[in-house]
T-cell receptor, first 113, second 112 residues
């Protein structure tokens, strides 16, 4: 069982609408949680990094939240644009404790006009 | 800024052939990584190099070798390609562990 589970696997929304992607993890302890955006045919690009003591982090229309008690994170996208169509990957880092990054399988988001 | 550059972008091999995937970064980063990405799975670490002159195995190293040629370049070699190695390979780099990794755009490798 993957230590980082993302839901939904895929999502289609209309341009201008908001959406929320979920990430549940079992990695423990961990030092930070990251969200990456991966456009089709490109490498992942970092959106946010949160340490275990942070509850929320924003990057433009992207807002990530973290609940370390329930081991859940979410990525909220506001006023979606066609360019938001991509795969969004949740990554948990336990490197401070001698382990490596654990990647989720990603949520594929399609924004349609 | 080029960032992380991977070559080639696409390659088709026959089973048993060998090949080297190249990766170079121009950000003066200490650490470099090789991942593979398969459908429905998260990125999996093959090998990494924490600093120039060092390399270590990741989660799925079997069938691969790496060389940290200098601070800029980190290559991945398949000595005898197998169909199970059909995947998209990503190289990444970063300066220190609490910073995000910077990824290249991948090499799409098919082994027949």
């Amino acid at each position: 069982k993957n230590q980082v589970e993302q839901s939904p696997q895929s999502l289609i929304i209309l341009e201008g609408k908001n959406c929320t992607l979920q990430c549940n993890y079992t990695v423990s302890p961990f030092s930070n949680l990251r969200w990456y955006k991966q456009d089709t045919g490109r490498g992942p690009v970092s959106l946010t990094i949160m340490t275990f003591s942070e509850n929320t982090k924003s990057n433009g229309r992207y807002t990530a939240t973290l609940d370390a008690d329930t081991k859940q994170s979410s990525l909220h996208i506001t006023a979606s644009q066609l360019s938001d169509s991509a795969s969004y990957i949740c990554v948990v880092s336990a490197e401070k404790y001698g382990n490596k990054l654990v990647f989720g399988a990603g949520t594929i988001l399609r924004v349609k006009s | 800024n080029a960032g992380v550059t991977q070559t080639p972008k696409f390659q088709v091999l026959k089973t048993g052939q060998s090949m080297t995937l190249q990766c170079a970064q121009d950000m003066n980063h200490n650490s470099m990584y090789w991942y593979r990405q398969d459908p429905g799975m998260g990125l999996r670490l093959i090998y990494y190099s924490a600093s120039e002159g060092t390399t270590d195995k990741g989660e799925v190293p079997n069938g691969y070798n790496v060389s940290r040629l200098n601070k800029r370049e980190f290559s991945l070699r398949l000595e005898s390609a197998a169909p199970s190695q059909t995947s998209v390979y990503f190289c990444a780099s970063r300066q220190i562990s609490n910073q995000p990794q910077h990824f290249g755009d991948g090499t799409r490798l098919s082994i027949l």
